[in-house]
């Protein structure tokens, strides 16, 4: 069961970056940034917040609960 | 491309599982355990902590991606399966203890390898589904 549904992989794409590239402006690895792409892992309020800032979008755009 | 940080926690993972690995083989072969393995399996354990030290004196930088939050989860995870890994294995040993040959004495010292080598084998294996480092 997908507990969220993210739309960072579009985001990071428009805003030019690669997974390595966003871990390091958030400071996490680049095995969290895919797994949060892909909905594997589910990221906590803090990164979720970090990745809106970083990316200049609100946390709804990015993450959104499923239907 | 993994941070050194994270290579360092996965090689020394690899290598206690390895020895524990080489062990079992010998169990097989008809050495018993004796508290001179578990000790060399603690040796190991504590030198692949005191090189993740080093390495994180060294490159600061690698921390903070090495122990994000999704690798702090999957160690939290690594040890409740210790946890569960060393009980259910005490239970097993103990059990066999009573209608076979062998000595409570051993039982105890492969319970002491399972609590070391589960979270390192959880480990390992979150690394590479892409859940750590």
């Known amino acids: ?67 | 491309m993994m941070n050194l940080l994270a290579i360092t926690r996965l090689t020394g993972n690899i290598l206690l599982i390895a020895a524990v690995l080489l062990l079992t083989i010998m169990m097989f072969w008809g050495t018993a355990i004796a508290p001179f393995h578990v000790i060399v399996i603690g040796a190991l354990a504590l030198l692949g902590g005191v090189a993740q030290f080093m390495v994180s004196v060294m490159r600061p930088r690698d921390i903070k991606p090495a122990w994000d939050e999704q690798s702090v989860a999957s160690h939290r995870g690594s040890y409740q399966f210790g946890y569960w890994s060393a009980l259910i294995g005490f239970w097993a040993l103990f059990l066999y203890s009573r209608v076979s040959n062998t000595e409570v004495d051993s039982s105890f010292l492969w319970v002491g390898v399972i609590l070391m080598g589960a979270p390192s084998l959880w480990m390992i294996i979150a690394t590479f589904l892409g859940r750590a480092g």
């Open chain 1, 1 to 67: 069961m997908t507990l969220l549904r993210a739309n960072l992989k579009e985001h990071r794409k428009r805003a030019g970056l690669t997974q390595a590239e966003l871990a390091e402006k958030v400071e996490v690895s680049r095995k969290t940034i895919n797994t949060v792409e892909n909905g594997i892992f589910v990221p906590s309020t803090v990164l979720s917040l970090k990745l809106a800032r970083c990316l200049g979008v609100a946390v709804e755009d990015l993450f959104q609960l499923p239907d």
